[in-house]
């Protein structure tokens, strides 16, 4: 998120797309409502399904899944053509706009209406509502992300948030409600297959930085790796990993995966569930580290598999970043309870049986204050250098002194610093960055520019030349330079250079514009491309997929070659599914709790009427929905009108039940959770992001037919 | 020099302005609370009467202490109170004053106690031998695996172990599992961020 939950208070406009909040983020809604009840905010919802969080709307748009892309861009153009845009905001910080323009200019509200589904008038009427309803905050979730082209989703957002002039200003910005509680921190620390912890990807020269922050030799980290090349490639990622282990899809790796290791990691909410259950039969060793025995132990059928109880978080402490980059201190109410151990004490079992223990523990003593110091010392890029372990507990034990306005500490110990030091927190002293690339502050007091991550000029296929940078006179209050500036050499390693460029007024990392152009991109402006599996054979041919991708995350992925256009006689309905507020994730722990098992026991397929009675089926019937890939599950029906007559909806949390068949037998005993179900994701189809390999659940074809 | 009167006035950090009028609003509050008072008529004020004069009831956990703490649900990151007495978590209060959530809480955070008191957390460690679930002990489970994985990176190379890490520990403990899987020599390392 640029901006803050509470700063949603000052928007004039929330624009939703791909997200439902009242559910997902229940807690929240009370400063969107704050914002539509006072500010008299249009609340617009654009979804395929009328969503709970659609209920709460003024103006619900419901869009055929998968074109998301083609809806925003006839926003952008709508803003254009009109000249609705924000003319200044355009001209001082942002890059790429004839470029915008021109591609743009493709999507009319005809087309639009043709590709979505959305009558013409209203992109246009949506259009005008942004225009003249500033500032406004756009809002997403993965109903935006989780399509194969997701990054092109999400960057047609941020455009059209530039061309409303909306970032940097508090009531705008891309405020992306994130899932999990800490996600944000997990993703900050790169759990992830293409980076190290803070963005610095798996260079030579990020890998030498960490070695130093860590205390280790960089020969002796390489010595670890396969070799040099395997040490600086992405590897397998959680949408696909099984697929080192069944290889349907070509891998790109000198072994199989042999052993998976899921930790505080569900299973059932990845895609082609089917396959990824093959994988687990075919695994030399499946360790499983949860407070719950989880599905993925139930779905084992072979003795290969062995579960180790972690605690609670409630059982042992440490910081968590909200999805408004806050830190909070998360202290531990009680001791472990059962024979259950914290994941930091597991950590360091498994550490000492690899032999590395004095070098992964070389500057830690104390867990996991000492953690949280390394973490600090090492990543520079977001800004974690303020965060040390005592003040996140000094936000936590204060945040009663904050406002709810501007969550900045009125007075008390915490005086004009903001709720948990949302990064970049650039010193140990900076008051935390509230709002994103806002110039109206000091960069010291929490302002920021655009990043200069590209270069100063940059010439596009045209062989028009650009200043990257930003325009004369545009930048943070005592600034050293009023106008744009690049990045200060050596701020990602060297605190010392961030110290002095906060000093000196500057953001560390420069001051540019935003591009709408990104070369770096297999579509360098967003453009949009029919779904693999598409219900609208027609526009494969106008807008067709990418070609195949190969190495992939390791992996075969097929863009191209997988794009059928008869798929949809056989398989006529979309297939999208979602949360529910009483379930989270995988749902292991949501199932475990009786009184949320009790709210919502059972999954289910919402269907519209005339589906229903074309198919013969009432309330409460029994179907099998069935992927094209060979999932299949056996659901109940509701019918309902939250669904169109060509989609239909299955919440995810599911797990337990596999394609028909009971897994309870298969939990240890006594601890088979209070509600099982389907794994809506069995029917989940094949389809991956181009950029990021997210899973495309929200769009895709079904089947269906009584049970 | 006349005092001036103040409208209250939220002002947002861009400079626009907000107008409220808290004042405003809480005199038609009253106003309204004066005539359901006048409507329910004695009953009600009786009932009052009683209940303020009652002695507040004695807190059954005396040598409680309260811990603030985070819910483990979503991203929002919802403030709870946690009561706890002799090591036991015994109740759970709403935050009516953390800065974000101001006394919020979903169905699945009002429940956030449950996953410490929930009956079908995992009690020890346990291997499947046979089809059958068997309980074994930490020293035997960490040497069996740990071996295992040993052996695994051993035969195959470090890559033929593939690490799902997590969303839902703290952000210490999701930096060691990056760290950890550098240290092992993969970059096989995710979460669910990804998806």
Excluded at chain 1, 137 to 142: F, I, Q
Excluded at chain 1, 297 to 304: L, R, S
Excluded at chain 1, 551 to 563: A, D, G, L, M
Excluded at chain 2, 162 to 177: D, I
Aim: hydrophobic letters at 35%.
């Amino acid at each position: 998120m640029t901006n803050h939950f509470n700063d949603i208070r000052h928007a004039k406009l929330v624009f939703f797309i791909g997200s439902n909040a009242a559910e997902a983020h229940p807690v929240a809604m009370q400063h969107i409502l704050y914002a539509k009840e006072v500010n008299n905010a249009p609340i617009i919802v654009v979804d395929p399904r009328f969503t709970k969080l659609a209920a709460k709307a003024t103006d619900y748009v419901r869009i055929r899944p998968g074109t998301d892309t083609a809806f925003l861009m006839g926003l952008i153009n709508q803003l254009i053509q009109n000249e609705w845009y924000d003319k200044e905001f355009v001209r001082t910080r942002v890059a790429g706009f004839e470029e915008l323009k021109e591609v743009a200019a493709h999507y009319t509200p005809e087309v639009v209406e043709d590709i979505t589904g959305v009558p013409a008038k209203e992109v246009v009427r949506i259009a005008k509502l942004m225009a003249t309803h500033r500032p406004g905050t756009v809002v997403w979730c993965m109903g935006l992300t989780q399509h194969h082209i997701g990054s092109s989703n999400t960057r047609a957002a941020c455009i059209l948030q530039l061309m409303l002039g909306n970032m940097g200003v508090s009531g705008g910005g891309t405020n992306i409600f994130r899932g999990h509680d800490n996600v944000q921190g997990a993703t900050d620390m790169c759990v992830l297959s293409h980076s190290l912890p803070g963005y610095y990807g798996l260079s030579e020269k990020a890998w030498r930085h960490w070695c130093e922050v860590w205390g280790v030799d960089y020969e002796w980290m390489k010595s670890r790796f396969h070799s040099k090349e395997y040490m600086e490639k992405p590897g397998f990622t959680l949408a696909r990993w099984y697929e080192g282990v069944i290889q349907e899809d070509k891998i790109y790796q000198y072994t199989p995966i042999k052993a998976v290791v899921f930790w505080g990691c569900s299973s059932t909410s990845q895609s082609q569930y089917h396959k990824l259950k093959k994988a687990l039969d075919k695994l030399e060793l499946v360790v499983i580290i949860d407070p719950f025995p989880t599905t993925t132990a139930a779905m084992c059928e072979k003795d290969n598999v062995y579960l180790l109880p972690s605690t609670s978080q409630y059982e042992t402490e440490g910081s968590v970043t909200s999805s408004c980059r806050q830190a909070q201190w998360r202290y531990k109410v009680v001791d472990p309870i059962y024979d259950s151990k914290t994941d930091y004490e597991i950590l360091q079992e498994f550490v000492k049986r690899f032999g590395f223990a004095d070098k992964f523990f070389k500057n830690i003593k104390k867990i996991p204050e000492d953690v949280t110091r390394e973490i600090a010392r090492g990543t520079l890029t977001i800004g974690l250098v303020g965060w040390l372990p005592e003040r996140i507990k000094k936000h936590t034990d204060n945040w009663h002194t904050f406002d709810i306005d501007t969550l900045q500490a009125k007075g008390g110990p915490c005086d004009g610093e903001y709720y948990g030091l949302p990064w970049p927190c650039w010193t140990e002293e900076h008051p935390g960055t509230p709002i994103l690339y806002d110039i109206s502050k000091p960069v010291a007091k929490g302002g920021l520019p655009f990043r200069a991550r590209f270069g100063t000029e940059y010439t596009y296929p045209s062989g028009r030349k650009e200043n990257l940078l930003a325009a004369e006179g545009v930048a943070n209050p005592g600034s050293e330079i009023m106008g744009g500036y690049p990045e200060f050499k050596g701020w990602k390693t060297d605190v010392r250079v961030i110290k002095e460029a906060v000093k000196r007024g500057m953001a560390p990392f420069g001051n540019a514009r935003a591009r709408c152009y990104c070369w770096n991109f297999p579509d360098p402006v967003p453009v949009h491309r029919e779904p693999l599996h598409s219900p609208r054979p027609d526009l494969i041919k106008k807008y067709p997929t990418y070609p195949d991708k190969p190495n992939h995350y390791r992996v075969y992925t097929r863009f191209k070659s997988e794009q059928k256009p008869e798929l949809v006689k056989e398989f006529p309905l979309v297939l999208i599914t979602g949360r529910v507020v009483e379930h989270m994730g995988g749902g292991d722990e949501t199932r475990s709790n009786k009184y949320l098992a009790e709210l919502m026991p059972e999954v289910y397929a919402e269907i519209n009427p005339r589906v229903a009675n074309n198919y013969g089926l009432r309330e409460g019937d029994m179907i099998w929905v069935e992927s094209p890939e060979g999932g299949r599950i056996r659901v109940k029906v509701k019918i309902t009108d939250r669904v169109d007559d060509r989609t239909i909806f299955i919440p995810y949390s599911f797990g337990g039940m596999f394609m028909g068949r009971s897994m309870a037998a298969n939990y240890p005993d006594g601890l088979v959770p209070y509600a099982i179900g389907e794994p809506a994701n069995i029917v989940v189809n094949y389809g991956y992001d181009i950029k990021t390999q997210i899973q495309a659940t929200k769009e895709g074809l079904c089947r269906i037919r009584k049970a | 020099m006349a005092a001036r009167k103040i409208v209250p006035q939220t002002t947002s950090p861009s400079g626009t302005k907000i107008t409220l009028n808290p004042k405003m609003a809480r005199r038609s509050f009253l106003k309204i609370a004066a005539a359901t008072t006048a409507l329910t008529g004695l009953a009600l004020s009786g009932r009052l009467t009683k209940r303020a004069e009652a002695k507040t009831p004695k807190s059954p956990y005396s040598q409680s202490k309260i811990v603030r703490t985070i819910c483990t649900y979503c991203s929002v990151g919802c403030g709870i109170y946690a009561e706890v007495e002799n090591g036991v978590w015994v109740r759970q209060e709403i935050a009516q004053d953390h800065p974000v959530s101001r006394g919020g809480h979903c169905c699945k955070g009002a429940g956030a106690i449950d996953m410490v008191r929930s009956e079908k957390r995992l009690r020890s460690p346990m291997k499947r031998e046979n089809g059958r679930w068997k309980r074994i002990s930490w020293e035997q489970a960490l040497d069996e695996i740990c071996s295992k994985l040993l052996e695994i990176r051993e035969k195959y190379g470090p890559d033929a172990v593939h690490w799902n890490g997590s969303a839902k520990v703290s952000t210490e403990m999701a930096y060691l599992q990056r760290k950890l899987a550098a240290f092992w020599g993969t970059n096989n390392i995710d979460h669910q961020a990804r998806i």
